[in-house]
């Protein structure tokens, strides 16, 4: 093993805005480590600007003014007298740039080296990693396609799914039923990869039908160690976004779940990662799995791992950072303790098409009792920005069962009292109500399956 060299933090500046904001200050608070909040002008007023111990204005409302401001997070980095800096998600968390950018000012970054970030954040390049890790994959092109891509897609046959070199989101990516198609396709996905992403190349890979998205959790120490804990279904999504997350999935097994955990592992130590990420995958109906991506920062839907294993991943996050080894190995991380799930409140209104809905928080009642958490940076008066992503809170309820986890949550939804705003809590419920929901027959497609349903439904009243 390397020699252990420990460098604790003093202070910590936190690059992000909002409910994650909020949830690394309180780790840090817990750690005895002072916090230094960033905001916009727009939130002047968030709850992670007061419970920070400073706090620093860095620009205008828009985010390209402002939380992707490379130059005028790290000035706050450094004028703030900060050892290191959480990206949080989002903004810049999977930016190479700017974690090279704070490793050059002479400051932490709590997350991968930029070298890492760089090679997972190509997708196509993850690809080749999971490849020489042994690990599973789709069948697909293998890097970016070229002029060859017809050629390219006949020899992974149809259906394909056409994906952003440096995608992320949901965006530039389009399925590919039929030759015929291809063109417009290519052209739809290259078109949003470049506006997202400043990039327009993109990969192909075979499409799965009916496939889970199943994610690994992983954390991995600057000595070699690596540990991966009980799997994510995040199945339940609408173009690409996630929704409702649980874990662990009532479609893996025991012997499966050890195969993701050891496949997750193989590609971290291929990648030479360290830190706290998560690995992708989708899952055939016959429990097949292939990688899809690394996301090689904090997931939103953390909270969920933390209470099914215990452990706190911000904290993790920051020790690792610090250098410190894991304090746990994979028996102990593997270990599933209950179940739990965390459904996403956007301010949205999910009968208008998920319209964003930002405006003043009349009333803010949140959920509590036994086996419920809320973790938000809202509170009533609270006037929502419109620059930002509509999450507002993440309601995350665990029980002993999953049939204990469904009713509790049920409760827990019940019991969420929000006005001013639209919220999608009404379909939380609606999901909740679904048969195959229940019975834990949830693929990719459900939500929207649901959605067309529903339309039909109201088109024949």
């Excluded at 949080?88 to 490793?103: M, P, Q």
């Excluded at 990969?203 to 690596?226: M, S, T, W």
């Excluded at 959920?367 to 008066?381: A, E, I, W």
Aim: hydrophobic content about 40%.
């Amino acid at each position: 093993m390397a020699k252990i060299t420990i460098k604790p933090f003093k202070k910590v500046l936190i690059a992000n805005r909002g409910e994650i904001a909020l949830r690394v200050i309180r780790t840090l608070r817990e750690m005895g480590i002072r916090s230094v909040a960033v905001y916009s002008e727009a939130d002047r007023n968030s709850l992670h600007v007061r419970m920070a111990d400073e706090a620093v204005c860095i620009g205008a409302a828009p985010s390209s003014q402002s939380y992707l401001n490379i130059d005028a997070v790290v000035t706050a980095a450094i004028m703030s007298g900060a050892d290191a800096v959480h990206p949080g998600y989002g903004f810049l968390s999977e930016n190479a740039d700017f974690a090279d950018a704070i490793t050059k000012a002479g400051l932490t970054f709590i997350g991968p080296t930029a070298q890492a970030i760089s090679m997972l954040g190509v997708k196509s390049t993850a690809r080749e990693i999971a490849i020489k890790g042994g690990v599973p994959i789709t069948p697909g092109s293998d890097g970016v396609v070229g002029k060859n891509y017809k050629e390219v897609a006949r020899k992974i046959g149809f259906p394909i799914m056409i994906k952003a070199a440096l995608g992320g989101g949901g965006k530039g990516m389009r399925a590919c039923f039929a030759e015929k198609d291809l063109d417009l396709m290519m052209k739809t996905a290259q078109g949003e990869a470049k506006a997202n992403f400043g990039d327009d190349r993109v990969y192909f890979e075979k499409l799965v039908l009916n496939p889970r998205h199943i994610e690994v959790q992983v954390a991995a120490d600057n000595y070699g160690n690596v540990v991966a804990f009980a799997e994510r279904d995040c199945s339940m999504q609408r173009r690409h976004q996630k929704l409702v997350e649980e874990s662990p999935s009532p479609f893996v097994t025991p012997q499966v779940r050890k195969k993701l955990q050891e496949a997750a592992i193989k590609l971290v130590k291929a990648a030479k990662y360290r830190g706290v990420g998560t690995v992708e995958f989708l899952m055939a109906p016959n429990k097949d799995f292939y990688f899809m991506e690394v996301n090689t920062r904090l997931q939103v839907e953390h909270p969920v791992t933390e209470e099914v294993c215990g452990q706190d991943l911000v904290k993790m996050q920051i020790q690792i950072a610090q250098g410190m080894p894991l304090s746990i190995t994979q028996p102990e991380a593997a270990v599933v303790l209950k179940h739990a799930i965390e459904h996403r409140i956007n301010a949205e209104d999910s009968e208008k098409n998920f319209t964003p809905c930002p405006g003043t928080i009349e009333e803010w009642i949140t959920s509590g009792g036994l086996g419920v958490r809320v973790d938000s940076h809202m509170y009533t008066g609270y006037t929502i920005p419109s620059y930002y992503d509509s999450l507002i809170a993440k309601l995350i309820v665990t029980a002993p069962t999953r049939e204990e986890l469904l009713k509790r949550s049920e409760r827990a939804l019940a019991d969420f009292k929000i006005s001013g705003v639209k919220t999608t809590i009404a379909f939380h419920q609606k999901i909740l109500a679904n048969e195959d929901f229940a019975a834990g027959n949830m693929d990719t497609g459900l939500i929207e399956r649901m959605l067309a349903a529903e339309k039909k439904d109201e088109s024949e009243k």
